[in-house]
């Protein structure tokens, strides 16, 4: 059985988004601790990298 038959495609990528926004957590560390807890691909995991890097920084 895959990862795929177990949530819709994407739903994983939606919690730890979920998650994250919750924990008001938005830096490299809190994503790999998102990609661990639902079990991101690498590919999902690397787009809330991306993502991350392109957000204008707070300073």
Do not use: V
């Not at 957590?25 to 691909?41: P, V």
């Amino acid at each position: 059985m895959t990862r795929d038959t177990l949530l819709p495609h994407g739903e994983a990528l939606r919690r730890a988004i979920r998650w994250l926004s919750d924990e008001r957590r938005h830096d490299a560390q809190a994503i790999d601790e998102a990609a661990r807890r639902f079990d991101l691909t690498p590919a999902e995991e690397e787009f809330l990298l991306r993502w991350l890097r392109e957000q204008p920084r707070k300073d």
